[in-house]
């Protein structure tokens, strides 16, 4: 095992990485921006490197500078935890070339998952189920237009690199396709440096399940289980849960089967997710691949009672899963919702400084959090402030123990979507287990409208 781990990363998902590491003794090395100098993960952390000035691009993007760190205070491995630089080919490829071992797959598979049209071809090649499309990148509308006659409306445009639902768009009709053509690939190539688009037919009224894979250096490749994203505003995940209650078993075999296969094929190693529409009559679609450990894994955790961070920094220094598929089992349900510092009804960010933090406690109440009384939430970051998970032996008693912690959840000093967050798990389609990806806007949003 490492002696000595740095973690490219910030807030909350730092702070979790360092919690195992301290467990297993790992010394960590935490890196900051000039505006996170008082947070928690530097504070937790055995050392801490000011790695620049607040803006991302100068700070927890700036390459050279973290590898500078990493090479200066003798780090065997790197963490990149999740958004920031954890999908970066760049990077893997940089950290390697330094000699230190990057906490996820090799440089190659993050490049093959990270164009949507390449990782497409790729699950198709794999026999994994993918969404009528194209296969190769679209030009321009006139090409655009072309293409959604052949597929027909409503079709999906989407960009091909990035994520977070940047660069896509649901469009209804060829007028609508031609304004939202040129807005979205400037868009994509504004935040991504690619303005490659596609197009793929519109599945209505999608699930979004996704499954959690990890895989070693020895071939070995473990699905474990799915976890449930379908309530999502501006296409980003605010509860998702384990397992999915939507899908039947057969379905789940299935996708874990699919999945399994789609790792193998492109000799995956380390913790990843691979990400399926499922309509409504249970066909599930490929959607992307996420090359890292994702936001919601502690769901997964709590239903297999393993430490996915604990697991990735085994097969990181070449150690053989110690589990398989047939000595996993799920136990219980577990929910988690995203604690973001926005506005409640427009979704937008609310920095700010928290002047009170109170975290409900109780039987299956878990916190991911990466702030406390007096912490500065700046505009510079992902506004996602804690994560609150919950678990029970049953779907019906983790629903009433998460209700229960948000009522008793007090933030202030700033806006928290946690006046949402208790719409949404109080809502009766909440509570029988059907969620689509249209939940926020055919049930939130009108119930916001009526309560003005």
Request: proline share 6%; with cysteine; charged share 25%.
């Given at each position: 095992m490492f002696n000595k781990v740095l973690i490219a990363n910030r807030g909350e998902i730092a702070r979790r990485i360092?919690?195992?590491?301290?467990?297993?003794n790992i010394h960590t090395v935490a890196?900051?921006?000039?505006?996170?100098?008082?947070?928690?993960?530097?504070?937790?952390?055995?050392?801490?490197?000011?790695?620049?000035?607040?803006?991302?691009?100068?700070s927890y993007l700036n390459?050279?500078?973290?590898?500078?760190?990493?090479?200066?205070?003798g780090v065997e491995a790197v963490h990149p935890g999740y958004g920031l630089l954890s999908e970066n080919t760049e990077f893997a490829k940089r950290c390697e070339e330094e000699g230190l071992i990057f906490i996820g797959p090799s440089a190659d598979v993050i490049a093959s998952m990270g164009s949507k049209l390449e990782a497409r071809k790729t699950m198709k090649a794999a026999g994994v189920p993918i969404v009528e499309g194209v296969e190769t990148p679209v030009k321009d509308a006139e090409e655009a237009t072309e293409i959604a006659e052949r597929l027909g409306y409503p079709i999906?445009?989407?960009?091909?690199?990035?994520?977070?639902?940047?660069?896509?768009?649901?469009?209804?009709?060829?007028?609508?396709l031609v304004k939202a053509f040129e807005g979205n690939q400037k868009r994509a190539q504004s935040f991504f440096g690619d303005g490659t688009m596609y197009m793929e037919r519109f599945i209505a009224n999608p699930h979004h399940v996704e499954v959690q894979i990890i895989a070693d250096h020895q071939g070995n490749v473990v699905p474990l289980f799915e976890r449930e994203c379908s309530i999502q505003r501006r296409n980003q995940k605010v509860v998702e849960e384990a397992p999915s209650p939507f899908i039947s078993q057969e379905t789940r075999d299935k996708m874990l089967e699919a999945s399994v296969k789609a790792a193998k094929h492109i000799g995956y190693v380390n913790a990843g997710t691979i990400e399926y529409l499922v309509d409504e009559d249970q066909n599930f679609y490929f959607l992307?691949?996420?090359?890292?450990?994702?936001?919601?894994?502690?769901?997964?955790?709590?239903?297999?009672?393993?430490?996915l961070v604990e697991e990735q920094l085994k097969?990181?220094?070449?150690?053989?899963?110690?589990?398989?598929?047939?000595?996993?089992?799920?136990?219980?349900?577990?929910?988690?919702?995203?604690?973001?510092?926005?506005?409640?009804?427009?979704?937008?960010?609310?920095?700010?400084?928290?002047?009170?933090?109170?975290?409900?406690?109780?039987?299956?109440?878990?916190?991911?959090?990466?702030?406390?009384?007096?912490?500065?939430?700046?505009?510079f970051y992902d506004p996602m402030i804690s994560k609150l998970v919950v678990w029970g032996e049953t779907r019906d008693i983790a629903c009433e123990r998460l209700i229960q912690a948000l009522k008793a959840y007090k933030v202030e000093g700033i806006q928290t979507n946690i006046p949402m967050l208790l719409k949404t798990v109080t809502h009766e389609q909440f509570l029988k287990g059907y969620t689509t990806t249209k939940f926020v806007e055919q049930f939130y949003l009108p119930q916001l409208a009526e309560s003005k």
């Open positions: 360092i919690r195992t590491c301290r467990r297993l890196i900051y921006s000039e505006a996170d100098a008082e947070s928690l993960h530097v504070k937790d952390a055995d050392e801490a490197h000011c790695v620049g000035k607040p803006p991302v691009a100068q390459i050279e500078r973290i590898l500078e760190i990493a090479l200066e205070n999906m445009l989407k960009a091909s690199a990035g994520g977070g639902g940047i660069g896509m768009q649901l469009v209804e009709n060829a007028e609508e992307e691949m996420n090359t890292r450990l994702q936001v919601e894994h502690p769901v997964t955790e709590e239903i297999t009672k393993l430490d097969i990181a220094a070449q150690q053989p899963l110690s589990f398989t598929k047939e000595s996993i089992t799920k136990q219980g349900h577990a929910i988690e919702v995203r604690i973001y510092a926005e506005n409640p009804s427009t979704f937008f960010p609310s920095p700010g400084t928290i002047t009170a933090l109170e975290l409900p406690t109780g039987e299956g109440v878990r916190h991911e959090c990466g702030v406390e009384t007096g912490s500065a939430v700046t505009p």
